[in-house]
């Protein structure tokens, strides 16, 4: 058994209270590998912002289980090293069974999700129930979902979605004990949000999604105020990157995402965590894709993994700044 407290890490707690209380929100950044990790570091760093390091179970798998436990570490020497020590949390996304998450106890993370949200309610309540009562002795924090996003969610996938039923989550906040729980107001997962016939076009033929359900969330707020909320699936799918994919050798078609106002507005509301990878996945494909059509003869990895690293800290400190306004608060 590793704990995190070993690693230098922390639960998110105390976070998510100063974020609810402070109207902002803080980072869950996902992440695979060295470059990855270095970017969101040094962004947060830069920025003084709390961090949560999310790291999926295909993540897991890829970086490897061991290694991930010494990254971990090593991200809270090098923000120690790069002179401010922030609050790093080492989060499990989409956990789906109670075996995963209490692997994941057991080698230093802070933090799980466990997913049943696909499950039938008294199911997922059951479930959520059994990796609370685990983890919490150990200090270590969880993440409930209720209501189900549409597109990929690791390896739970649902072809259709539905919102969270406000109705449901005192109920489920109570019988499990979980300490944040995930809403589903209309964000999904990946960088094709919604397919073209839900959105309209504006004058220059750019898609524009459906908004967001906050009538959903303050719902949801109303029933259980001041419980720390999630939203996945927050990824803005920025126009300029997959202009510069496309028009370097990419094939994105019809890539949208969730306007950055209405994850601003959504940071100010009990929404504390907010979950980003398909972002930082375009802004690195942007980058090196840049770098090969340029440069087709290059084949060092850090002549485009470089560019690609400096490209993902500028997103990371945007998001920080400018959407989720958690600078200055580590
Ligand atoms: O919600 C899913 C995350 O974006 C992780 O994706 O399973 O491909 O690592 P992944
Ligand atoms: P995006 O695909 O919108 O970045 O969402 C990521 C996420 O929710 C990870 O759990
Ligand atoms: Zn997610």
Known sequence: MLSYKELGLVNSKELFAKAVKGGYAIP????????QLQAIIAA?????????LQVSSGARKYANQTLLKHLAKGAVDYAHELGYDIPIVLHLDHGDTFELCKSCVESGF????IDGSHHPYEKNVELTAQVVEYAHKYDVTVEGELGVLAGIEDEVSSEVSHYTK???????????GVDSLAISIGTSHG?????????TRNEDGILIPPPLRFDILEEVEKRIPGFPIVLHGASSVPAELIKIINSNGGKLKDAVGIPEEQLRRAAKSAVCKVNIDSDGRLAMTAAIRKVFN??????????????????LKELYKHKIINVLGSAGKA
């Open 28 to 35: 869950a950044f996902n992440f695979n590998n060295l470059e």
């Open 44 to 52: 947060c760093v830069e920025t003084k912002s709390p961090v949560i």
């Open 110 to 113: 802070s933090s799980v999700m």
């Open 166 to 176: 406000p109705e449901e989550v005192e109920d489920f906040v109570k019988k499990t």
């Open 191 to 199: 960088a094709n949000k919604f397919t073209p016939e839900q959105c």
């Open 294 to 311: 340029e440069n087709p003869a290059e084949f060092d990895p850090r002549k485009y993994l470089g560019p690609a690293r400096d490209a």
